[in-house]
């Protein structure tokens, strides 16, 4: 029997802004909107022609590949512009990219730093920036910023990491609280382990596994489609009085401690 998932009519024909969009989890999230009917730009630094065109195979219509490092402000700023004069004001707006090298924090220089923020916190304060102004011409819109279990666990070894995934919160409840009048809504959504091609290089050893495995109270791994079905619940119209919120996707591992 075909697993089955959940359809929210409402994202059909939504103009729909991915961070990251072309590989891991953010892949997930451009085939998982796409399969709602949305219009979906995304932005990545490495070339994803092939995927665009798997996309286009799978669903009838390609989605907008901006070729785009979020480092560079001005250039993601451009993008979601460019996502409004093709798709329409953009209407949600997902900041999935991220980058959670392993770091000591005696060996972190100040660049280092600078870096990691750059990737993992600043992109989220300035593609809100560009997609607002749309999103109060359209009547609203939904923001959903990509956060991490992993602060909350106080985990280690990557602390510039954990630093931008707490502040993602802080900018996420502000972003709700100002622009909730115009019908804006901002959640945070803060994954678990999930275990993408790019987790299972680097990390994912038998040991590693197992042990987190054993702090989840659902015992199964989750995988990109876990975090999907998330995320397109806090676009719809499903979640509409929804907004400064931080919803946990782990498999239960903070709520066990």
Not at 16 to 31: H, Q
Request: proline letters at 3%.
């Amino acid at each position: 029997m075909t697993e089955r998932y959940a359809t929210f009519h409402d994202l059909a024909g939504q103009s729909v802004f991915i961070t990251g969009g072309g590989s891991g989890i953010g892949a997930a999230l451009t085939d998982g909107f796409l399969g709602q009917g949305a219009k979906v730009s995304f932005v990545q630094r490495s070339d994803a022609s092939a995927f665009v065109a798997e996309m286009a195979n799978k669903h009838g219509t390609a989605p907008l590949f901006i070729r785009c490092d979020i480092t560079d402000i001005p250039a993601l700023q451009a993008a979601v512009a460019r996502a409004c004069e093709e798709n329409e004001p953009v209407t949600v707006l997902v900041n999935n990219a991220a980058n959670d090298t392993r770091h000591a924090l005696e060996d972190l220089d100040s660049d280092g730093w600078d870096r990691n923020q750059a990737i993992n916190l600043k992109p989220h304060f300035f593609s809100a920036q560009a997609a607002i102004p749309g999103m109060k011409a359209a009547g609203g819109g939904s923001i959903i910023n990509f956060s991490s279990i992993s602060y909350m666990m106080g985990n280690g070894a990557y602390a510039s990491y954990t630093a931008a995934k707490s502040g993602i919160l802080g900018l996420t409840r502000s972003i709700a609280r100002d622009f909730g009048p115009f019908n804006i809504r901002a959640n945070a959504l803060m994954p678990g382990w999930v275990l993408t091609r790019r987790q299972l290089d680097l990390w994912a050893e038998p040991e590693s596994l197992a042990a987190h495995l054993e702090k989840q109270s659902i015992k199964q791994h989750l995988i990109e489609r876990d975090v999907v079905d998330t995320t397109l619940f806090l676009a719809s119209k499903a979640s509409r009085m929804m907004t400064g919120q931080a919803l946990v996707v782990d498999g239960g591992v903070v709520v066990t401690g």
